[in-house]
């Protein structure tokens, strides 16, 4: 198969303060998206990466990020867009259009490990579209505007989604079409193709697999990178404990 990886990483960091966008600041020696592009550099099954950047950033990112840190498998650095949709469907019209798989990836969530990659891709291999994702542990309750508590929600079936989110080509572009011509716009990928009656499965995630959007994701990130694989071989060997994959849809 043909497996093409986007990893949307054009957002403006506000929440993070200071004037170094987020996915450019350094963890462990290494910008952000450097680390989360070097999980799918690393994978054989990844055939090529489409990283997605403001547009100004495109020669700095092809320089600092794509160069120096040997990225050879991202045959493109683009411009994003206003949202992160609009991102990601830069992202769509730049494929190949041969491609059997696309992974969409958060460039600021640098500890996706392997196995939940691989287990994404041969779950949207067989259902259309797959999604990481982490039972919620909280209880959830449903608060009214007025800030009074309306119910509790069985948290039994709810789920926190992560990325990577992995899709069936044809699915994909079939669902961000229609999204982009309705002006709609979802809170992930995965939203729009449930759109269309797409069958969405749910892969295992880690509470690891954070997003780092600010300061106090940057503290948890450095402890994770220090122990990052001891951690991500724990996690694995207790998600083949449990059922890793749930229909969502």
């Known amino acids: 198969m043909k497996i093409t990886a986007l990893i949307p990483s054009a957002g403006s960091g506000l929440r993070m303060g200071g004037d170094t966008r987020k996915q450019y600041i ?46 050879s498998k991202a045959v493109k650095v683009i411009a ?20 059997d798989i696309v992974i969409v990836h958060d460039g600021v969530r640098p500890f996706a490990t392997a196995e939940m990659i691989r287990e994404s891709i041969r779950a949207a291999s067989e259902s259309g579209a797959a999604i990481v994702a982490i039972p919620a542990k909280d209880t959830i309750k449903s608060i009214s505007s007025d800030g009074l508590v309306e119910k509790t929600v069985d948290r039994a079936k709810l789920w926190q989604v992560q990325t990577p989110q992995t899709f069936r080509r044809e699915l994909l572009e079939e669902a ?35 997003k780092i959007t600010t300061p106090r994701d940057l503290i948890l990130a450095e402890g994770i990178i220090r122990h990052f694989d001891k951690l991500s071989s724990v996690q694995h060997r207790t998600s083949n404990k449990e059922n890793k994959i749930t229909n969502y849809k």
């Open 176 to 210: 961000y079409k229609k999204a982009m011509s309705e002006k709609f716009y979802g809170t992930d990928d995965s939203s729009l193709v449930e759109r269309i009656d797409g069958r969405v499965m749910v892969v295992q995630g880690s509470e690891f697999n954070i």
């Open 26 to 71: 350094h963890i462990h020696e290494k910008p952000i998206t450097a680390h989360t592009l070097q999980r799918f550099q690393g994978l054989s099954e990844i055939s090529q990466i489409i990283l997605i950047v403001p547009v100004e950033d495109i020669p700095f990112c092809e320089r600092e990020i794509v160069s120096r840190y040997n990225i």
């Open 80 to 99: 994003g867009g206003r949202e992160r949709q609009d991102s990601v469907y830069n992202g769509i019209r730049a494929l190949d259009g041969d491609e």
